[in-house]
């Protein structure tokens, strides 16, 4: 059976650097013979958790009516989930927080899944990006048999569209054909 890959984007630029390195990546894992599916967090209706905690006592329905439900039930179909965001501020973007906080409902289905990491930032320094990391590993250790099996690091990137001229893209191009 092929392998599901689900590839999340938290961009809130259509083409930004990370949103192209998701793409890159999708590529190569599509050449490789995986099933590949994007989701973008931009084109989603989200709402942040309110921590009512109705889904605890509810089956694990959240009392919010947005997409949510949805992207929870392809994390948890997938075999790898690939997590992108820009950092800002030296963290995550404000929509890969609010997607891993509204994991709450049923994150403890999301079992058993390799995870890789895709991070841009403008710094050219790859170590301004490890707080978004140490952010996205938080949420893997609350996962039961999560496996981090690669991260890919988009430094010196800004404009939209300034990782392609990067060796980076390739990279992730590679990324996905390994996957």
């Known amino acids: 059976m092929k392998k599901k890959v689900l590839v999340i984007s938290a961009s809130p630029r259509k083409g930004g650097n990370s949103d192209l390195l998701c793409d890159a990546l999708i590529r190569g894992a599509q050449e490789a013979g995986k099933l590949t599916e994007k989701i973008s967090l931009r084109d989603k209706n989200l709402h942040p958790c309110n921590a009512c905690e109705i889904c605890l ?29 820009p950092v800002y501020f030296y963290s995550m973007s404000a929509q890969s927080k609010m997607l891993i906080d509204r994991t709450y409902a049923r994150y403890m289905e999301i079992r058993n899944k390799d995870f890789y990491f895709i991070v841009t930032a403008a710094d050219s320094n790859r170590q301004a990006l490890e707080r978004a990391i140490e952010g996205l590993r938080g949420f893997t250790r609350c996962l039961c048999g999560a496996k981090e099996k690669g991260v890919l690091y988009g430094t010196g990137v800004w404009k939209a569209g300034e990782v392609i001229n990067k060796p980076i893209l390739q990279q992730a191009y590679e990324a996905g054909r390994s996957i």
């Open 57 to 85: 006592d509810n089956g694990g329905i959240c009392a919010q009516e947005d997409d949510m439900a949805e992207i929870l039930a392809t994390m948890i179909a997938a075999d790898i989930i690939v997590m992108a965001t």
